[in-house]
Nanobody, 125 residues
Framework: VQLQASGGGLVQAGGSLRLSCAAS????????MGWFRQAPGKEREFVAR????????YYTDSVKGRFTISRDNAKNTVYLQMNTLEPEDTAVYYC???????????????????WGQGTLVTVSS
């Protein structure tokens, strides 16, 4: 599967952005989808993931209540709605996909097979 992320930009603290990740292929609903981010000088970190059906989601603690991951399988697209953005959210955001099982190891980027190219989110204070 090929992934194309979009929607990044510059926003003031407290603002909102919605990221999109469009996937190629006919079996999009079979993939677990996720979002990661990487700030300058830091390692890539897990943000959120969603099952193929969209019924189960999981978030890192720092974004709970502010970010929402969702997907539209008819459009082969996964979204990350980001509200109440903070300067600490500044990073390049990557979408990822995997056909494996839903398990705790998916918080590690090394356990995801497919990656998009990233989209930059900058939150000004």
């Amino acid at each position: 599967v090929q992934l194309q992320a979009s929607g990044g930009g510059l926003v003031q603290a407290g603002g909102s952005l919605r990221l999109s990740c469009a996937a190629s292929g006919r079996t999009f609903s079979s993939y677990i989808m996720g979002w990661f981010r990487q700030a300058p000088g830091k390692e890539r970190e897990f943000v959120a993931r969603i099952t193929g059906s969209g019924r189960i989601t999981y978030y890192t603690d720092s974004v709970k209540g502010r970010f929402t991951i969702s997907r539209d399988n008819a459009k082969n697209t996964v979204y990350l709605q980001m509200n109440t953005l903070e300067p600490e959210d500044t990073a390049v955001y990557y979408c990822a996909a995997d056909l494996g099982s839903w398990y705790s190891g998916l918080t590690s980027p090394k356990n995801w097979r497919y990656w998009g190219q990233g989209t930059l989110v900058t939150v000004s204070s």
